[in-house]
């Protein structure tokens, strides 16, 4: 299958890829690598030895997407590109809107004009705001407590009416609960600039001495041990429920949102200890009163995935902590390590 992936150099883009290419499908990659390195790409293409192409181009012009798009002639999109921090999006919301809304709304006309219906939508567990029930199952209320969430949650009711306008369209709506870890070689991983703003990339910055200490935000919530509890999903079993997916869109049409966890929570502290053991280091922490909009619990419903995709997660915390440590100690920096970016303009043009 041609598969065009947009984000492909992001951090779930990018093990998505390696797994596509693996399946043997072709890909082009589209991204304006406004969040990430074209030396990503280039390890990809080290890990699995296979060409692809890259367009260094943004989803909202819609030119540069149906120049891309009548040159490849996919037959599926996966669409990661987006922008992802939910604190980000409550101090530049236009921003966001116009990024995910407008770029995915972009991104379907241009696949409508060019012949291809089928696409593989990144979502988020962020679209179900406060539980009502857990786990979340794909029929819990949505709504979102923030712009990001919304920007997802807006978006999937587009894409949904989009594939009820003609009976050749298909959409999977794949609804992430929190990704984290990386490709077992350390050659590719979560590249967060600035600042990390997810948990586990924060943790092993603080294991490897470049920040001081975690924050824990709030150690009276109603769980195990006081502090939030979340649904980890390995990175490599997420990019699995991608080609997956891939698979069943072409067997199916129509739209569906599924989940995509493990079922299971952990709770910050027992993130802390997991990398603790996986790095052999200690890691320093405080805790500090509840940050607001934050929840106790969030856990999947995963069946829906297991019946509809065959597809169930493998891995554990474990396995999850040691990767993302593996990647923290290999690449200090994240893909500014190695390569500076005289070397990103040969990649796009060695591969475009
Ligand atoms: N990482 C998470 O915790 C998480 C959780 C749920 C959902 N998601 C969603 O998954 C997707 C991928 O997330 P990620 O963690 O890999 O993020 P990422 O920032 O690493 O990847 C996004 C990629 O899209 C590119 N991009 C951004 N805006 C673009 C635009 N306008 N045109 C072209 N390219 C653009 C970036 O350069 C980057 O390569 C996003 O849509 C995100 O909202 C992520």
Redesign the pocket.
């Given at each position: 299958m041609r598969v065009l992936v947009?984000?492909?150099?992001?951090?779930?883009?990018?093990h998505t890829l390696l797994q596509i290419l693996q399946e043997r499908h072709e890909a082009l990659v589209?991204?304006?690598?406004?969040?990430?390195s074209p030396e990503?790409l280039r390890r990809v293409r080290r890990l699995t030895n296979v060409d692809f192409q890259v367009t260094n181009?943004?989803?909202?012009?819609e030119d540069a997407l149906l120049r891309a798009m009548r040159s490849f002639r996919p037959e599926a999109i996966v669409?990661?590109?987006?922008?992802?921090s939910v604190g980000e999006s409550n101090s530049q919301p236009l921003e966001y809107y116009s990024?995910?809304v407008v770029?995915t709304i972009k991104l379907l006309r241009a696949m409508e004009q060019t012949g291809c219906g089928t696409i593989v939508f990144?979502?988020?567990?962020?679209v179900y705001g406060e539980a009502r029930y857990l786990p979340y199952d794909e029929s819990h209320p949505s709504q979102p407590t923030n712009p990001?969430g919304r920007t997802?949650h807006f978006i999937e009711k587009v894409i949904s009416d989009w594939v009820a306008s003609r009976p050749e369209f298909t959409a999977v709506v794949l609804?992430?609960?929190?990704?984290?870890g990386a490709h077992p070689s350390g050659l590719i991983g979560?590249?967060p600039s600035g600042t990390p703003n997810?948990l586990v990339p924060y943790i092993t910055q603080v294991a490897a001495g470049r920040l001081a200490r975690l924050r824990i935000y709030g150690n009276d919530y109603p769980t195990r041990d006081g502090t939030g509890e979340r649904d980890y999903i390995h990175v490599e079993d997420l990019a699995r429920a991608h080609v997956a997916a891939l698979d069943y869109a072409s067997r199916f049409s129509g739209c569906e949102a599924i989940n995509v966890g493990t079922g299971r929570g952990a709770t910050v502290l027992e993130m802390i200890r997991e990398i603790e053991a996986a790095s052999g280091r200690k890691v320093p922490y405080e805790i500090v009163a509840r940050r607001e909009g934050d929840i106790a619990t969030s856990i999947a419903d995963v069946r829906k995935a297991e019946r509809l995709l065959g597809w169930k997660a493998q891995y554990g915390i474990a396995e999850m902590c040691r990767s993302a440590w593996h990647w923290q100690s290999r690449n200090p920096n994240g893909y500014d390590s190695s390569h500076g970016p005289e070397n990103h303009g040969a990649l796009l043009e060695e591969v475009s």
């Open positions: 947009t984000g492909g150099a992001g951090y779930i883009g990018s589209f991204d304006n690598f406004s969040n990430s990503a181009g943004d989803v909202r012009d669409h990661f590109a987006g922008l992802k990024q995910n770029g990144s979502s988020s567990a962020t990001y997802k609804r992430y609960f929190n990704p984290v979560e590249h997810n």
